[in-house]
């Protein structure tokens, strides 16, 4: 099998992450270390999650470079450093993810998500019954990336016509935060971003959906799964880059760049995907999603989700790498462990 791009696949027996890895947040720190959050799943975790979303525990893993990874052991079950919570009336007391880890206030902000037991009233047959499809945004704090505490509830409901509000991606502007999120709509057919705004974090108003300048490009035409806003690394771009899982009229994943002023209007950085699933064989040829985009010393690493099915539990799936070595957004290549330094 190809494993070109693969950084982290599932961990050894009995760890928190020995079933599935994804999800990756990655900071690459000023003081020479990489800082990777993940979710995960190990083969025990509770059945009554739903089994695809990128949802499980928390996990954290260690760099020198961003391509070699060590797995962290933090205070939760198993070595993860956020488990679902304790209290069984809490929103995320069933499964826990996240999209999001930012540095603000000399603190570690996670904005996650999770589920309970409510059984989804999604009008989309396939996902009729299911347990934890209901999930809400939250927000963890932490001063050294291992111990996370919770900061109240879910940051705000789930709109009326949208089956969750999940998969939260936040960025101080200078005045305020301000959150994406995604809210599919009610029959699963279209995932819609939508944003909502805070001055602290907590109290959020929301502000609709975002916009496509020219319209959506058919990569992303039936929406935006999940996405990374950052400050735009790019030369002579528009202020925010934002980097995303599309899906186009089939559904199909593909990630996409887009820039904005405002984090309100967006328009398309690149005519197409910017990152395909890899050949067949390959351990991602069936689907590539949830990224992250590190820009570094001239280079961008792009780490994503991939996976040789949705629902087969023996395929192969992990945690993969791309870069581009010029820094641009056409020349990302996946990286062997032995091909960077």
């Not at 999209?99 to 009233?121: I, K, L, N, P, Y």
């Not at 305020?176 to 109290?203: E, N």
Request: proline share 5%; hydrophobic share 40%.
């Amino acid at each position: 099998m190809n494993t070109a791009g693969l950084v982290l696949a599932p961990g050894p027996a009995g760890r928190c992450d020995d079933f599935r890895v994804g999800g990756a947040v990655v900071h690459a720190g000023a003081d020479s270390q990489w800082r990777m959050w993940y979710y995960c799943r190990d083969r025990a975790f509770d059945r009554d999650a739903p089994p695809t979303l990128g949802s499980g525990r928390v996990a954290l893993a260690t760099s020198h470079d961003g391509v070699h990874w060590q797995r962290v052991d933090g205070p939760a079950t198993a070595g993860a450093v956020l488990d679902p919570n304790p209290d069984p009336a809490a929103f995320d007391s069933l499964h826990v993810g996240l999209t999001d880890v930012t540095r603000h206030d000399g603190a570690w902000w996670m904005w996650c998500f999770g589920g309970d037991r409510t059984v989804s009233t999604t009008e989309a047959p396939a996902f009729a019954g299911v347990k934890g499809l209901a999930m809400r945004s939250g927000l963890a704090r932490s001063t050294d990336g291992v111990q996370w505490t919770r900061v109240g509830g879910a940051l705000f409901d789930i709109d009326a016509d949208a089956v969750y509000a999940a998969w939260p991606n936040a960025v101080h502007d200078g005045a305020q935060w301000v959150l994406q999120y995604t809210a599919p709509s009610r029959d699963m057919k279209h995932a819609r971003t939508r944003i909502a705004v805070s001055a602290d974090g907590r109290t959020w108003t929301k502000r609709g959906d975002m916009i496509w300048a020219d319209g959506a490009p058919d990569h992303a035409i039936t929406g935006i799964i999940t996405r990374h806003v950052l400050a735009n690394p790019l030369q002579g771009g528009r202020r925010w880059l934002m980097v995303y899982t599309g899906t186009d009229a089939a559904h199909r994943r593909a990630i996409g760049a887009a820039e904005s002023d405002d984090l309100i209007t967006w328009h398309p950085a690149a005519p197409g995907p910017i990152f395909r699933i890899g050949a067949p064989g390959a351990w991602d040829d069936f689907g590539v999603a949830a990224t992250r985009l590190v820009p570094h010393q001239g280079k961008l690493y792009l780490y994503y989700y991939g996976f040789q099915s949705l629902g087969d539990e023996n395929k192969a799936r992990g945690i993969g790498l791309a870069v581009s070595a010029d820094g641009t957004l056409a020349n990302f290549e996946r990286a062997l462990a032995d091909s960077i330094e």
